[in-house]
């Protein structure tokens, strides 16, 4: 899955994140397919089951299925057309997410070879809490941070000071 940029950063502040805001054990739903991470949240001691592939902005029945205590969304909500939806849809009452911020100095993430590895929403955080609210969720948390890069350039450089990612923990009103 990583092919040699494995995300040893943003992994361990979306641990640290999660540990702190709903301690293990718990029962979560991650939405998205398993990764290292789903593995490395069951070596922290929860259990985890994950969405299998399918389509949120199509098929939320997963969601309506569910009796997770808490529901993980790490790094999802950019992929979907329609985020909305699949926040307002959520059983569970914790939500813990993150998503990638919007970056003023780079485009939206997009691969030419992978349809379902493309960014259609680059949140700012503003608009990332609007988001939560208009769908019935209240921020407890939230923590950002950055992901400088081993490269040479002005871009490179803004990214040891620009937040790159935002997490929000969440209770449903």
């Known amino acids: 899955m990583y092919e040699g940029t494995f995300p040893n950063k943003r992994y361990k502040h979306t641990l640290e994140f999660l540990q702190e805001t709903a301690p293990s054990p718990a029962n979560i739903l991650d939405l998205g397919v398993r990764n290292p991470f789903s593995e490395l949240m069951e070596k922290s001691g929860y259990t985890v089951s994950n969405t299998t592939g399918e389509d949120l ?5 997963v969601l309506k299925a569910s009796n997770a205590d808490i529901v993980t969304a790490f790094e999802i909500f950019e992929h979907l057309l329609a985020p909305f939806n699949v926040l307002q849809e959520i059983k569970a009452k914790k939500l813990i997410a993150t998503v990638p911020l919007k970056l003023w100095f780079s485009p939206a993430y997009r691969s030419k070879t992978d349809m379902w590895d493309r960014h259609f929403h680059e949140f700012e955080d503003w608009q990332f809490d609007w988001l939560l609210e208009k769908t ?6 939230r923590h950002k941070w950055t992901n400088p890069v081993k490269k040479i350039g002005l871009r490179p450089l803004l990214r040891n000071f620009t937040p790159r990612y935002y997490a929000v923990y969440a209770e449903r009103k």
């Open 57 to 61: 902005d199509f098929d939320r029945e």
């Open 136 to 141: 019935g969720w209240q921020i407890k948390k």
